[in-house]
C-alpha cells in the first residue's frame, strides 16, 4: 500500500515545491512594481511599451520578470493592476522592442504574424528546430541580432523621459545607469527553457543558435543622417545622388541588406554610443516615439563553426587531379583527390558542404608516394562531429576504394591548430625523385666524384643504381 502511495506524495511534494517558487518570484514582481513611479509607467505604456520593457527601462533585474512561467499578458495585468492603468486595446505591438520582448514576430517565411505567450514557448519553437537539424551538440551559445531601429527607440524614449523628468528623484537611480539591453533581456529569458529542452548547458559553444530579427521600416533619424553624409560627399565630389539604393523601400524591406544595415548600425551608433544625449540630441526628436502595426520579422538559424580533419594523401594515380579540374565545361582527369576525399567524409559528417585545402600541389600526371601531401579538410555545418572511432573508419573506407587511386593516412579531427600543420608542412616538406638516364658510356670513378660535388652543391639527396648492359 506504502509503495502505491509514494510515488504520488513525490509528486505533491515537487508540485508544492514548484507553486512555491512561483508565488515567491510572483511577490519579487510585485514589490518591483510598486517602486516604480506609477505616473511613469502610465505613461510608457500609454505610449505602447511592453511590460518587459517597462521594467527593463527601470532597471529591474531580469530573473524577476524574464522567468519562464510569466507570461506577456500576466505581468501586463501586474503591471496595469498596480498602477490602475487599463490599456484601450487588448495587445499592441511594443514601440520600443516591436514585439521582440512580447515574444511576436513574422514568420519570414509566410508573413504571418507569431505571438508567443512565454519564452518557455518561444524556446520550444527553437528546440524543435535544433532536433529537426539533427545536430549531435554537448552545448550551445545563443546570438540574437537585433535592428538599430530598437536602438534609437529606446534612445528617443529616453531623451523624451531625461527632458521631463530630470528634476525627479528616481531618475538618475533607477533609468540611467540600469537600463538592460533588449537582447540580453531576451537572451537571458529563454536560455533557462533552451538548457532544459535540448539537455545540454549554454556556453561558449562551438553550435550556434542565431536569432535575427529585422524591421522593414526604416529608421528616420538614420536615413538623415546617411542623407546627410551622401550630401556632403556630393559636395566634395560632385557627383550625383547615390542614394536611390538606400531609398528603395524593396531594398529596405528585404532581410538581407547588409549594406544598408552596416549603414544605420554605424550611425545609430555614432548617434547613441553614450546613452541619453544632452539637449542637442534631444531636439532631434519631437515626439518620444511612434506605435508600430507590425512586429519585427525573424529568421532564427542553427549551425555549428567549421569542423576540421588533417592527414596526408597520396595519389596513386596519374590521371587525377588534386582538386575538381573543369575546362570549356569538360573535366580534366577521372577524379579528384578533393572529390575522392571530401564525398566519402561529408555525410559521415552530415555537413552541408566542404572546402579541400592541400600544402602545396602537384601536376595531374605526377604521383603523390612517399609519406604523403599534408591536407585539411573543412566541414561546414557538421551535424555529427566522428568521434576517433569513426575517423578510422573513414580512413579505412578511403584507403579500401575500388579503383585505388587516393589513400590518406594519420587522419584525425583537429581544431583551429589545423592550419598551423598545414603551413608546417609546406615549410618542411621534402621531395624525393625518381629519374632513369641512359648513358653513352660506363661511368668512371673521376665522374662518381664530379656527381658527388654536384650533390653538394644543390644541397639534396641523391641515390645512385646503377645498371650496366
Known amino acids: ?43 510608457l505604456l500609454s505610449v505602447g511599451v511592453c511590460a518587459r520593457c517597462v521594467l527593463r527601462l527601470f532597471g529591474i533585474e531580469e530573473h524577476i520578470y524574464c522567468h519562464s512561467s510569466f507570461s506577456q499578458s500576466m505581468l501586463g495585468s501586474i503591471l496595469e493592476e498596480e498602477t490602475s492603468f487599463k490599456s484601450e486595446v ?100 529563454i536560455t533557462k527553457p533552451l538548457e532544459t529542452l535540448l539537455g545540454v548547458k549554454a556556453s561558449a559553444s562551438s553550435f550556434r543558435i542565431r536569432l535575427t530579427y529585422t524591421h522593414k521600416r526604416a529608421s528616420k533619424k538614420v536615413q538623415n543622417s546617411v542623407e546627410r553624409n551622401q550630401e556632403c560627399k556630393r559636395r566634395k565630389t560632385g557627383t550625383e545622388n547615390a542614394l536611390h539604393n538606400v531609398n528603395d523601400e524593396s531594398v529596405i524591406a528585404d532581410k538581407d541588406c547588409s549594406g544598408y544595415s552596416t549603414i544605420e548600425t554605424n550611425s545609430v551608433t555614432g548617434i547613441f554610443s553614450n546613452g541619453v544625449q544632452d539637449q542637442e540630441t534631444s531636439e532631434h526628436f519631437e515626439s518620444p516615439i511612434e506605435k508600430v502595426s507590425e512586429p519585427c520579422h525573424l529568421v532564427y538559424v542553427c549551425c555549428r563553426t567549421h569542423i576540421y580533419l588533417c592527414g596526408r594523401y597520396l595519389k596513386y594515380s596519374r590521371n587525377v587531379s588534386q582538386t575538381r579540374w573543369i575546362i570549356d565545361e569538360e573535366r580534366m582527369g577521372e577524379a579528384s583527390v ?34 604523403g601531401r599534408p591536407f585539411l579538410l573543412e566541414i561546414q555545418n557538421a551535424r555529427q ?47 624525393q625523385y625518381c629519374a632513369l638516364v641512359w648513358i653513352s658510356r660506363p661511368l668512371e670513378d673521376e665522374d662518381m666524384q664530379t656527381i658527388s660535388l654536384l650533390n653538394d652543391m644543390v644541397s639534396c639527396s641523391v641515390k645512385f643504381n646503377f645498371s650496366f648492359p
Open 1 to 43: 500500500m506504502s509503495n502505491d502511495t509514494e510515488p504520488a506524495q513525490v509528486s505533491s511534494v515537487a508540485a508544492e515545491s514548484h507553486a512555491g517558487a512561483c508565488d515567491a518570484e510572483m511577490q519579487l514582481l510585485e514589490g518591483a512594481v510598486r517602486s516604480l513611479p506609477y505616473h511613469v509607467v502610465k505613461e
Open 338 to 371: 578533393e572529390e575522392i576525399i571530401g564525398s566519402n567524409i561529408l555525410p559521415i559528417c552530415q555537413g552541408d558542404n566542404y572546402k579541400f585545402h592541400a600544402a602545396g600541389r602537384e601536376d595531374i600526371d605526377v604521383r603523390m608516394l612517399g609519406s
Open 90 to 189: 487588448e495587445f499592441q505591438f511594443c514601440s520600443v522592442c516591436l514585439g521582440v520582448l512580447q515574444f511576436s514576430y513574422c514568420d519570414d517565411g509566410e508573413e504571418t504574424v507569431v505571438k508567443k505567450e512565454s519564452a518557455k514557448d518561444m524556446a520550444l519553437s527553437i528546440a524543435e528546430l535544433v532536433k529537426q537539424e539533427g545536430h549531435q551538440i554537448d552545448g550551445f551559445s545563443l546570438e540574437v541580432s537585433v535592428p538599430p531601429l530598437i536602438l534609437e527607440n529606446e534612445s528617443s524614449l529616453l531623451s523624451h523621459m531625461k527632458k521631463k523628468y530630470e528634476s525627479e528623484p528616481w531618475f538618475q537611480e533607477r533609468l540611467l545607469s540600469k537600463c538592460h539591453s533588449v537582447k540580453d533581456v531576451l537572451k537571458f529569458a
Open 385 to 431: 562531429v566522428p568521434s576517433e572511432l569513426i575517423v578510422k573508419e573513414m580512413e579505412s573506407k578511403i584507403n579500401g576504394l575500388e579503383n585505388k587511386s587516393v589513400g590518406v593516412k594519420n587522419l584525425k579531427v583537429v581544431g583551429s591548430q589545423g592550419w598551423a600543420l598545414m603551413h608546417e608542412g609546406e615549410a618542411e616538406k621534402q621531395k
